[in-house]
């Protein structure tokens, strides 16, 4: 009969360490979690560079208007980023990768023709279209809950660029006035929902094993009791 208590105690020690399991698979920050807050970091710090460049450079109205959206809303997305590699203990580069730099310089090479708009067009398709990988990327591989959520809520706004620069084509009126880009109410239902179902998984294995624990007690009981 002791042996039959301890396994059970056993059991429901082990379920009891499960139901702890989802604030600890919340917090931990995977390898690929922290490659993605440097890079989103140094992307935004490229899309801020090239967004101010169109504003001074550009010779139509349309990619001028498309370069204040694109400075606002990385601004924004950039702000949580950062607070969130902080939060997170993630040290960030200190300022775009050394290519976009040279892909800003080459465009703005071109400053005051028509070839400027063409150029920095096409360079923000291509850049978008990168920064849209790497958000799905983390969406498939990423391990903390904080920033799976963060690459979540910016997706939409990240899409949102990329349609207003498509095939090297200008769409200011793509960009509405204010974009809710950050650590606010996506990001946090999109952490909640992770750590809900996290939470719902484990807490079926708690009470599995709760229930078999308790099972095996009651059989090895009747059997003590009919011998």
């Not at 071109?110 to 923000?124: E, I, V």
Request: proline content about 3%; charged content about 20%.
């Amino acid at each position: 009969m002791r042996i039959s208590v301890m396994s059970s105690t056993t059991a429901l020690i082990a379920a009891a360490t499960l139901l702890a399991a989802p604030q600890a698979l919340a917090a931990e920050v995977g390898e690929h979690d922290r490659t993605f807050l440097k890079a989103a970091h140094q992307g935004n710090l490229a899309e801020i560079a090239a967004g101010q460049d169109a504003q001074k450079n550009a010779t139509t109205e349309c990619v001028k208007a498309v370069g204040a959206a694109l400075v606002r809303d990385h601004r924004k997305l950039d702000a949580a980023t950062t607070a969130l590699s902080a939060k997170l203990g993630v040290s960030l580069p200190p300022g775009p990768a050394p290519e976009d730099e040279r892909k800003l310089a080459a465009v703005r090479a071109k400053a005051g023709t028509s070839a400027y708009d063409a150029a920095w067009l096409a360079d923000q398709e291509v850049a978008h279209t990168k920064t849209l990988a790497l958000i799905d990327r983390e969406l498939e591989e990423g391990r903390n809950s904080e920033v799976f959520a963060a690459a979540r809520s910016a997706r939409p706004v990240v899409a949102m660029h990329l349609d207003m620069v498509r095939a090297g084509t200008c769409h200011a009126a793509k960009a509405p006035k204010t974009v809710g880009a950050g650590s606010g109410g996506h990001v946090a239902a999109a952490a909640n929902d992770r750590d809900a179902l996290a939470g719902a998984t484990l807490a079926s294995g708690l009470l599995l094993t709760a229930g078999a624990g308790w099972w095996a007690l009651r059989g090895r009981r009747r059997v003590a009791g009919g011998s």
